[in-house]
């Protein structure tokens, strides 16, 4: 059974706020609800199918009380900032089965106002492999130094490389009047900002802000009654990355598993894809995602990424809203990339529109590179 | 009065897979697993083979050897135990045994850590049950 092109994405809304100590988490989800049922003309009264993540453990089940809601199907898998990519297929999936109709997808977060030092806090959990990694102290962003260093010896790939990165999601950003960071940056500013965990930079990592969304998804059939362009769901594969027991390969991502299914059950290629939204959690993700997804070989991400090829107007227009970078993250940003991607493929982008865009691939990456991670892979196409 | 603590990082929590591990390094021993029906050898501890999910496993004594994979430097972290000892630096040891282990390097500057670089185990008495294999310049 394929699910290509038998749903849609309805309805979409990015909470235009990056600072909400004023709102309540919950609060945000509810406006980011109401802002993509608007956007696809449907109420919160016809959605039966309810996802989200980074709630409590059975926090979804509080979401759909708050929103008064009784969902036929219910998805909260947490596998990071990827989880809403991975909703959005699930949600395809679930529709294309026949266990629900309208699924919304939500998220919201106050971790910026609740100061949460997601990456630069120390790690306590009670996962196996944790016991054998938390008294070494890694961070986030450590995790993920430990790829971008393996990187670099192996294949030469240079800081200004990476640079290159954090430069071109502040340009896409400054056409971007949400965005949180909008003023131009250089390599030199990226590459002399202060190092957070050898060899990423201050300005190699992505910001912690407030902020939510919504995603509505439906049948092909319905969507096209309603009030915005549909955008297909063509493809989509999962996949996660660990320490494979001790001899994993640091410079992969699971996006080298999940990336050429998508594009295969989408019946497409990569030459095909008119815009990329690719998790940039840090500036090493976005080059480590491309290599592995397949859009260059592995070792010349950092090359790929150079005179301008991942910027508007670039053959590969990747982060079109400024990403994690510059726009906003606020503790995980999987529902942004498939919010972005349907404005793109919707023509709504203004100044920042990726000219004839009909095909856009979208991975999240949640977790780290260099420890374990999850990776989602969604085709969209108009 | 109680007194303060000495060692605030966190400490590995023993259970019935990884006990023989942590029991090892409370003797100065670092040991990975080999699996006695397929022959894989990894880390960490668990209770079976992750590759054909055996549980007749031998425990390895390791040389201790290693040369660094990958590392990094960390010069920001605000938990207890490391904001009080920064700059440390973080890596990956390819044991001679074969598989990779996290690990901190220490008596070592942080400007002289390479990748490739030879490095030997030490441990650090956490708690009397608890040691934590640590990795230096090979001597």
Known sequence: MSIKGKTAVAGVYEHPLRWAPHKTQYQIMAESARGALEDAGLSIKNVDGLFTSGVSGMGIVSLAEHLNLNPDFLDSNSIGGSSFVSH??????????????????????????????????????????????????????????????????????????????????????????????????????????????????????????????????????????????????????????????????????????????????????????????????????????????????????????????????????????????????????????????????????????????????????????????????????? | MAEEKKYKKPIPRIDEENRPFWEACARHELYVQKCRSCGKVFFYARAFCPDDLSPALDWVKCSGKGKVYTFTVTQQNQSAGFRENLPYIMAYIELDEGVRMLTNIVECKPEDVKIGMPVEVTFEDATPEISIPLFRPAR
């Open chain 1, 88 to 382: 959005t297929a699930h949600a395809a999936a679930a529709i294309a089965a026949g266990y629900c109709n309208v699924a919304l997808i939500l998220y919201g977060s106050k971790w910026s106002s609740d100061r949460f030092a997601i990456g630069t806090g120390g790690a306590s959990g009670g996962d196996p492999s944790e016991q054998f990694e938390n008294c070494y102290g890694p961070t986030t962003v450590g995790d993920y130094a430990l790829t971008a260093q393996r990187h670099m010896y192996e294949f030469g790939t240079t800081s200004e490389q990476l640079a290159e990165i954090a430069v071109t999601m502040r340009k896409h950003a400054s056409m971007n009047p949400y965005a949180k960071f909008r003023d131009p940056i250089t390599v030199e500013d990226v590459i002399t900002s202060r190092v957070v965990s050898s060899p990423l930079h201050l300005l190699d990592c992505c910001m912690i802000s407030d902020g939510g969304g919504a995603v509505v998804v439906t049948s092909a059939e319905r969507a096209r009654d309603l009030k915005k362009k549909p955008v297909n769901i063509l493809g989509a594969a999962e996949a996660c990355y660990h320490t494979s027991a001790g001899v994993r390969d640091l410079t992969n991502a699971a996006a080298k598993q999940s990336g050429p299914k998508a594009l295969e059950r989408a019946g497409v290629t990569h030459k095909d894809v008119n815009m990329a939204m690719i998790y940039d959690s840090f500036t090493i993700t976005v080059l480590v995602t491309l290599e592995s997804l397949g859009f260059c070989k592995k070792g010349e991400g950092g090359s790929f990424v150079q005179n301008g090829r991942i910027g508007l107007g670039g053959a590969l227009p990747i982060n079109t809203d400024g990403g994690g970078l510059s726009s906003n993250h606020p503790g995980m940003r999987g529902i942004f990339l498939v919010i972005e991607a349907t404005k793109q493929l919707r023509g709504e982008c203004g100044e920042r529109q990726v000219k004839n865009c009909n095909l856009a691939m979208v991975h999240g990456t949640g977790g780290t590179l260099g420890l374990r991670h999850s990776g989602a892979s969604l085709v969209l196409g108009v």
